[in-house]
């Protein structure tokens, strides 16, 4: 794969933070703006910002889907580069803005340029930024989940797998079945309770047959769905987003923001 340099030596980032990590983990949006930072960028969080538009996407109100798009996107433009902690919202703004705006020429015209700035995080900071590695430890065993939309979307595997390799004294596994889905899908895992569930219960499994610590991921989402079966089951594995593991911020227990020292 060719990387896209930067000709920017210090690109602009706005980093869009996403709902999940907004009302759910903020040390995730922390620790991503903690190695963009590392990584040379100058970062802005535009106050701004909303959700994607992908719950209403997916149920099929395009109209609402269209003027969050709208919002993101005039937010947003002024950036090199939107960088997402979340493989689904990236693959959101990166792949399905345009198909929104399809009968709009101006607004389509807008949306493409939008979205060939968008990246999810830690493909951003290999694939662009050419971070190779980084300067955390955490002694741990962890097992590493594949989000769907960031596997299948946008091509998201080796990336993080190639910086939590370089975390000094992590020990960490592939599941048996990688590219299996967990059963959240957004809105999926409420209509589809039932079956949902079902295939929840096989990634738990899977999960729990490779014996480790921590469960480490790259989309909130995911991570707060099986976070949740696991917590039911009263199994002891901590559940953490690829960013707090990859900027140090495991330590302590779900930070609301910013590193000791």
Known sequence: MNKAIPSNPRPRVGLFVTCLVDLFRPSVGFSSLHLLEDAGCEVTV????????????????????????????ENFEEFDYVVAPSGSCAGMLKRHYPELFKDEPEWARRAKAFSDKVHELVSFLT???????????????????????????????????TLLRTVKGLELSDLSDPQACCGFGGTFSINYGDISNAILEKKVADILGKEPDLLIGGDLGCLMNIEGKL????????????????????ARDKPAGGRKG
Not at 64 to 70: E, I, P, Q
Not at 231 to 250: N, Q, T
């Open 127 to 161: 694939d662009v930024m050419d971070i190779k590695s980084v300067d955390a430890q955490l002694k741990r065993r962890a097992a590493y989940h594949d989000a769907c939309s960031g596997l299948r979307e946008l091509g998201i595997s080796s990336q993080p797998r």
């Open 46 to 73: 535009p106050e701004g910002q909303s959700c994607c538009g992908q719950p209403a996407y997916n149920l099929g109100e395009q109209e609402g889907a269209r003027d969050l798009a709208r919002m993101t996107i």
């Open 231 to 250: 917590k039911r089951m009263g199994a002891k594995v901590e559940v953490r987003h690829v960013a707090e593991v990859l900027a140090g911020d495991v």
